[in-house]
């Protein structure tokens, strides 16, 4: 099983990227894949899942829009679309299977150790910088 994260690169305030998730041993169609970060000196958070069941999209509420999830069971890859990029987007993104939960209207993303992801990669770097 591996996961294996692209995409990442330097990036103006306000320009966008897309990052690719590219998976092996890995079926799409069963398990949620989801986006995480980790900022210098931060924990790392989620940022988005999209389900394995019907190909959900789910956010974390501080992006605000501004990133979109979306996969390619063929491809075997899920990706992420990030527009409007500030410098405290800056951060490794990395992909593993998730899970969401919801309380108070908002939602979490979380990582799913209860399945296989394999190894954590280098991730990606995404710098936004002008």
């Known amino acids: 099983v591996q996961l294996v994260e692209s995409g990442g690169g330097l990036v103006q305030p306000g320009g966008s990227l897309r990052l690719s998730c590219t998976s092996s041993g890995f079926t799409l169609d069963y398990y949620s894949v989801g986006w995480f970060r980790q900022a210098p000196g931060k924990e790392r958070e989620g940022v988005s899942c999209i389900t394995g069941s019907d190909g959900s999209a789910y956010y974390a509420d501080f992006l605000k829009g501004q990133f979109t999830g979306s996969s390619d069971r063929a491809k075997k890859t899920v990706y992420l679309q990030m527009n409007n990029l500030k410098p405290e987007d800056t951060a490794v993104y990395y992909c593993?299977?998730?899970?969401?939960?919801?309380?108070?209207?908002?939602?979490?993303?979380?990582?799913?150790?209860?399945?296989?992801?394999?190894?954590w990669g280098l991730g990606t770097l995404v710098t936004v910088s002008s």
């Open positions: 593993r299977a998730c899970y969401v939960h919801e309380e108070n209207q908002s939602y979490y993303v979380h990582v799913d150790n209860r399945v296989d992801s394999g190894p």
